[in-house]
């Protein structure tokens, strides 16, 4: 057991999607899973255990921003031994090569934040994905016929942010394709660890156009990453 995760040390397997949303964890053990046991609800921040075609798999919510989600991709890794953590998510485009609905299969991440510079000082880093699980997730979405792209996430640590324009500007100077809350995180604690790591996220509002999804169709959206991120993952 772990401080915000408590689980028997066996419950949950080396392999763990990780949506932010704790009820996207439930929707995706309900939908996708068998044999499903849920071995966390403190905070409300629900995990579960189950098996996909055979193959052992767990789902953590992890909350919003890299400070939350680093306390459980900590603990998974170092508390109950995950190995390969997949990042289940949502994004806002910059890009007009990303559409919504789209799925951005996140190759490396940019940041605003603090974590990283407390971490390495002036040292820049560049936190990136596995490249096994990202040439699959590829292969995958690119046999799934799906609207996709391969390109760069800023992970940013304020959903407000006054500074917003100025650094979409500077984002997109860069080629960088979308903007989430997490990605940064994830990656650099895989390096740092020596687990392997991959963030999808699906497009759920433009910062080009001010458009959203509705919640009907990002559930459908969703599930498509989904299938794509246990195909990756499996097969
Ligand atoms: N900003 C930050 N994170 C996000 C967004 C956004 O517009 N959409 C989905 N995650």
Known sequence: M???IVADTKSIAPTVLLPGDPLRARHIAQTYLTDVTQYNEIRGMFGYTGYWQGHRVSVQGTGMGMPSFSIYANELIDSYGAKRLVRVGTCGTMSEKLKLKDILIAQAADCDSAMNTSR????????????????????????????????????????????GDQKKQIAQSVGTMAIDMETCELYTLAHLKGVEALTLLTVSDSLLTGEQVNPKERQSTFNA???IALLTLFS
């Open 225 to 227: 990453m989904v299938d």
């Open 120 to 163: 390495f000082g002036s040292y820049q880093y560049a936190p990136t994905a596995s490249f096994e699980l990202l040439h699959r997730a590829y292969e995958h979405a690119k046999a799934a016929g799906i609207g996709f792209a391969v390109g760069n996430v800023f992970t940013s640590d304020q959903f407000y942010d006054m500074h």
């Open 2 to 4: 772990s401080i915000h």
